[in-house]
Antibody
């Protein structure tokens, strides 16, 4: 069974940094592209970033380009999101999601909450 | 950027058929995916590539996509189907985008 478990969320001040992790199990991690997606309180879903199975192809949403960095360690079955220069509007639940057929998001983690506030 | 438009809410009686639309320019040429999200839970994929159901999703869930409108169809709606439903596309010309979501209420 596919499992994705995010961690690393918490309360941080504006301008601060945070590193999220996503640990995968139940599938061959190095075979799949993975994404970060977030959802602000009471709002819809927002795609943030994509990394290919090898890590060689990376995309970012304009809203986080230059501030967030996606990476992965296939030996550790883990995905990361380094978030710098955080803003109040980055407050959200952050999900990792495995790519699927047609670039759907086939499997999701349970999410980790990031709160940016002074 | 590519915009997807969904109605804010859809209400129907128990046992009726729900149709939730997702509008976009020439969306019929794209792969559309649908997610169900219940309060406090992560989204769950219910339809991928317009018409395909992942394993474990009931046959009551189906989809269509043509012209400028994709549609999620939920037959014989049950109380347990109450949730937010969101469409999503990702093609080579745009970053992945989500619709704003539709709240389904089963009366």
């Amino acid at each position: 069974e596919v499992h994705l478990v995010e961690s690393g969320g918490g309360l941080v001040q504006p301008g601060g940094s945070l590193r999220l992790s996503c640990e995968a199990s139940g599938f061959t991690f190095s075979d799949y592209s993975i994404n970060w997606i977030r959802q602000a309180p009471g709002k819809g879903l927002e795609w943030l970033s994509y990394i290919s199975n090898s890590g060689g192809v990376i995309f970012y949403a304009d809203s986080v380009k230059g501030r967030f960095t996606i990476s992965r360690d296939n030996a550790k079955n883990s995905l990361y999101l380094q978030m710098n220069t955080l803003r109040v509007e980055d407050t959200a639940v952050y999900y990792c999601a495995r790519d699927g057929d047609g670039h759907c998001f086939m499997y999701w983690g349970q999410g980790t909450l990031v709160s940016v506030s002074s | 950027s590519y915009d997807l438009t969904q109605p804010l809410s859809v209400s129907l009686a128990l046992g009726q058929t729900a149709r939730i639309t997702c509008g976009g320019n020439n969306i019929g040429s794209k792969n559309v995916h649908w997610y169900q999200q219940k309060p406090g839970q992560a989204p769950v994929l219910v339809i991928y590539k317009n018409t395909n159901r992942p394993s474990g999703i009931p046959e009551r869930f189906s989809g269509s996509n043509s012209g400028n409108t994709a549609t999620l169809i939920i037959s014989e709606a049950q109380a347990g189907d109450e949730a937010d439903y969101c469409c999503q596309v990702w093609d080579t010309t745009t970053a992945p985008v989500f619709g704003g979501g539709t709240k389904l209420t089963v009366l």
